[in-house]
């Protein structure tokens, strides 16, 4: 069983027994008590904008140093100008430059019954 009292006065909880018994033969009941909610701080008073400004002083940030993350990016990005350089940059990055040495290999005719001449290896240079 679950009993719910409401009380019209501030009760401090240290005050009430933990225990309360309906009888002798019965086993006791529990004493739960719950503060009092802390009003809610109204969004109109600040609340918000002080702790905010609280927590970017103890970083060393501003308002402005936020608003400059949250802005979007200028225009100019969007220019063919700035896409074309961008696009240069990833190839740049992505395209393997062939090694200057060893960098052909010979063209042979193969065949089965003609072996490899002895002093010539399998990449060699152009001669």
Partial sequence: MLVLCECKQVIDPTCLPPEVS???RKEPWTVIAVQARQSVPDPA???FTERLAKFLME?????SD???LLTPRSTTDSSPESIIRAVGEILEKTVKHPR???AYRRLR????????PPRRGE????D
């Fill in 22 to 24: 309906p009888g002798e």
């Fill in 45 to 47: 008073s600040g609340g």
């Fill in 59 to 63: 970083e060393g940030k501003s308002l």
């Fill in 66 to 68: 936020v608003q400059a």
């Fill in 100 to 102: 200057d040495t060893n």
């Fill in 109 to 116: 005719t193969f065949s089965a019954v003609v072996p490899t």
């Fill in 123 to 126: 990449y060699g240079n152009l």
